[in-house]
């Protein structure tokens, strides 16, 4: 009984640490790729998370920039 909590304790931490991972920062900057590599869209999350894109958003998102947020 043990054993499988601590099992499923370590997926959920695993998993939880993975999302928020995986989301973008503040600040982050980034292109929407399709499926051929090519650019269809941008995206960008100003420093007070503000999520804006323009073009066509697919499953293939890269990070390509950072803006420098000046937080207190």
Same mark, same amino acid.
């Given at each position: 009984?043990?054993?499988? $909590?601590?099992?499923?304790?370590? $997926?959920?931490? %695993?998993? %939880?640490? +993975?999302?928020?991972?995986?989301?973008?920062?503040?600040?982050?900057?980034?292109?929407?790729?399709?499926?051929?590599?090519?650019?269809?869209?941008?995206? %960008?999350?100003?420093?007070? +998370?503000?999520?804006?894109?323009?073009?066509?958003?697919?499953?293939?998102?890269?990070?390509?920039?950072?803006?420098?947020?000046?937080?207190?």
């Amino acid at each position: 009984m043990r054993t499988k $909590l601590a099992i499923g304790l370590g $997926l959920a931490v %695993a998993l %939880a640490a +993975g999302l928020a991972y995986a989301k973008p920062r503040n600040g982050d900057l980034g292109v929407y790729l399709d499926d051929s590599g090519n650019v269809v869209g941008t995206f %960008a999350v100003s420093c007070d +998370g503000v999520f804006s894109y323009s073009g066509e958003r697919t499953s293939h998102a890269v990070t390509n920039g950072h803006m420098w947020c000046n937080f207190p």
